[in-house]
């Protein structure tokens, strides 16, 4: 510092004492109003960010929404298209599963055509037909040799149970009829005469009809039997006294009922001296009716043969030759012709008892028909 500033420096000292006070004022009140200034500026700046931040939570809660719902539809378009694409999966799973069953449909019927033409059907109506060939062939046989040991045991009375025969088929020949006529009163089944019998075969129709007996005795009916068998089986007894034809009913196992019928109705009137004689032009068919009267009347086997109550042929000649030693020797025979015999021969009409099945042409029988 220099000699001449030192004075300076004195005499502004010296001069600034009310100066420097009257500046403190000024400044103080500067100051607060700088202040305040200051403030108020952050006030307005925390107020605009304020503001701010409120325009950006409602712009990033605009924006939330909007992805929330454009995600929403997405998912939504998503599952629809899931769901149209399942179900066209579905619909075409569907038209192939009808076409697959459709074609095994048709394979089905060609094949069953097949088999009704080719060996595979065939061998089944050829195994029917051996069943029933060897049905018959067995009841032949046991037959044969029940024939064979009654010979044995009787060959006495053999030659005298003969001679009838000659006249039986004289006058056959002569076509007089003598026996028909002598025994039609001894069995007269019209509702006029034998009362008692009339009654006694009605009452046991409806006892067949109403009250079936399933586990019966032997040679009594065990089978169902509906309003229409027993009308076929009233109009043989009363309308036809026991001789004649009646319509048949479109199978061979219903004929067979009827017939069964018939056969147990007139064992109750007149007991072992009941012989029924079947005719059918067929092993096979005679096979359907041992069958089929097994079931119907209980019988076995051993009740098939020549000297027992039934008794199968499929020619009339040795049937009627049988029904004429039956006659003979005080039996009662009972001729039953199938519904194949398109000819009934004059040698069976003698009889006093005979029932026939005439075809329905409309309904032919069945020829397998089975229990």
Known sequence: MTADELPKSESFMAATPRATGETTTASGMADSSSLKSDWSTRIEGLKQQEADLKRSIADLQTTY???????????????RRMVEQGTVELEQRKRTLHSEIEKLERRQERIQ?????TFA???QDLAMRVQGFKDYLVGSLQDLTMAAEQLNMAPGPAPQALPPEPEVIQTGNRRPRPQPEAAAPTLGFAPSTFQDQTERVRSLLDQYRMRPDYYGPVWQLRRTFEPIHAERVSNWFFAQGGRGAVKSMGSRLQNVLVASAAISILFTLYG?????LVLSNSPERLGEWRRGLQDCLGISRADFGTGQGMMLFDAPEPLAQRAERITAEGGLPLIVVDEAESVISLALLQFPLWLAFAPDPVNPV???DYY
């Open 113 to 117: 055509a097949e088999m009704k033409t």
């Open 272 to 276: 072992p001296r009941l012989r029924t």
């Open 366 to 368: 069945s020829e397998y």
């Open 121 to 123: 059907g065939a061998s």
């Open 65 to 79: 929404n909007r992805l929330t719902q454009d995600q929403f539809q997405k998912v939504q378009s998503d599952l």
